[in-house]
């Protein structure tokens, strides 16, 4: 089975900092990436999602992810953040065989951004 | 479109009571996820539907819990009885056919509390 890891539980950042947030999978063969983000009192949204093509890719808010095969990560960055970005960001990998899928969630990273 | 609906979006119950949690995914979604979300486990799945079929329950607890999608509109999470250890929120969430494409689209949760 497929598990996901997110080494940064609690970041805390100035608002202005850039941000950068990791992401390691385990499975090693063709794999679909997702980022979502869960703001304070809703529900997950999704962020950005990695199918193929070029490694880098762009989200939403102005956030991007590179999708770096050999390391297994999928680390998402933010050139600048604002304090509006203080969120519950998740990694997830789907997974599945006979074309059912369920997604793997990371536990989560919690970014506070201090204006 | 309104989204995955949730019902209740709180719900504060004794112990031993049966509590039950209502979900109606985006229309023309088929498959339908159960999610858990606590601070010590993060995000959980719970079991997750296809076509109304329950394709995986691994993720089930105990036999307390459980879960029925009678139709493509409607599912529902049952706790019976219920105990202060299931106080989380729980999410619904609904996608577009079952491949490893699709974004899954989550409800705003209902929290649950079990005194």
């Known amino acids: 089975a497929q598990s996901v890891s997110q080494h940064n539980h609690h970041v805390i950042l100035s608002e202005a900092a850039s941000l950068e947030l990791g992401c390691n999978y385990s499975y090693g063969g063709t794999v679909n990436l997702f980022w979502y983000v869960q703001y304070p009192g809703q529900h997950l949204q999704l962020l950005l999602k990695?199918?193929?093509?070029?490694?880098l890719v762009k989200g939403i808010k102005g956030f991007e992810a590179e999708f770096i095969k050999s390391k297994f990560s999928f680390n998402l960055r933010k050139p600048s953040v604002q304090w509006s970005d203080t969120a519950e960001y998740f990694c997830a990998v789907p997974e599945g065989s006979g074309g059912y899928q369920k997604v793997t969630f990371g536990t989560g990273t919690k970014l506070q951004v201090i204006p | 479109d309104a989204g995955v609906i949730q019902s209740p979006r709180h719900e504060v119950t004794e112990m031993g009571q049966e509590v039950t949690l209502r979900c109606k995914p985006i229309s023309g979604h088929n498959s339908l996820f159960w999610y858990r979300q606590t601070m010590m486990r993060g995000l959980e799945l719970l079991i997750y539907f296809n076509n109304n079929v329950p394709i995986d329950d691994s993720g089930m607890p105990e036999d307390r819990f459980s879960a029925k999608m009678p139709n493509a509109s409607f599912s529902t999470l049952k706790i019976q009885p219920s105990e202060p250890r299931d106080s989380a929120v729980y999410f619904c969430?609904?996608?577009?056919?079952?491949?490893?494409?699709?974004?899954?689209?989550f409800g705003p949760g209902t929290r649950l509390t079990v005194l």
């Open positions: 990695y199918f193929s093509g070029d490694p």
């Open positions: 969430a609904s996608s577009l056919g079952s491949g490893s494409y699709n974004e899954q689209f």
